[in-house]
């Protein structure tokens, strides 16, 4: 039971930061934040974890019985919540639910990245609007999808307990993570003399302040 809880959290911080490589250039290309272009890279490389990310994740059904006690089906018949729980906390939905989410997550990474890198070789406005279009969407799913797997894998690990503000606390904590590890690597690009003449020390103030602000909303 604690590897797979150490196993559960370490995997959902790094599927986090994955995830969260999509999310910060959606958010940034909604806000018009042109001043981030320079620093693209740097979440576009954080989306790659999200097949493997991904497959870790799913590992977690061979652990479920020791994590979730709504899988195991003498349980469930014994427990009047669980048992009305059922139809949600069960593993084919979580099969389904997760998988889903864990899909659309690759799907929406290849297609704004790839979009990104058609635009630096074709130039143009159009995969600007692309882009755009695709974040608006992609920001709606991820609220849902993230919901949904932070459930799964956090909030049932104890199906008594309820909470309406959950999401929102994972949503944080990934901001925050997030942020902060973009703001880390780009310091240290340009401690190293990589981007130069692309990050400059406004992008570090930038990124700077939207970690305190991150923490600050954490």
């Given at each position: 039971t604690l590897a797979w809880s150490s196993y559960l959290i370490g995997m959902f911080f790094v599927l986090g930061l994955g995830v969260f490589g999509v999310a910060w250039i959606a958010i940034l290309t909604l806000a018009g934040g042109t001043w981030s272009v320079t620093m693209r890279r740097i979440p576009e490389a954080m989306t790659a974890w999200l097949v493997p990310g991904g497959v870790m994740a799913m590992l977690v059904t061979f652990g479920a019985h020791s994590l979730y006690h709504w899988s195991d089906t003498e349980?469930?018949?014994?427990?009047?919540?669980?048992?009305h729980k059922a139809p949600?906390?069960?593993?084919?939905?979580?099969?389904?639910?997760?998988?889903?989410?864990?899909?659309?997550?690759?799907?929406?990474?290849a297609w704004i990245v790839g979009v990104s890198r058609r635009q630096d070789r074709?130039?143009?406005?159009?995969?600007?609007r692309t882009t755009r279009n695709a974040s608006a969407l992609f920001m709606v799913i991820f609220a849902l999808t993230l919901s949904v797997v932070s459930?799964?894998?956090l909030l049932s690990l104890d199906a008594h307990w309820f909470s309406t503000?959950?999401?929102v606390l994972i949503f944080t904590d990934v901001l925050q993570t997030g942020t902060a590890f973009v703001a880390v690597v780009a310091g240290l690009f340009v401690s190293a003399?990589?981007?130069?003449g692309?990050?400059?020390?406004?992008?570090?103030?930038?990124?700077?302040?939207?970690?305190?602000?991150t923490t600050g909303f954490w």
């Open positions: 349980a469930v018949a014994a427990d009047a919540l669980l048992t949600f906390l069960n593993m084919g939905m979580f099969g389904a639910l997760v998988g889903g989410s864990l899909v659309l997550w690759v799907v929406f990474a074709d130039g143009g406005m159009a995969a600007t459930f799964y894998f503000m959950f999401a003399g990589v981007l130069k692309f990050i400059n020390e406004h992008h570090l103030h930038s990124l700077g302040k939207m970690v305190f602000a």
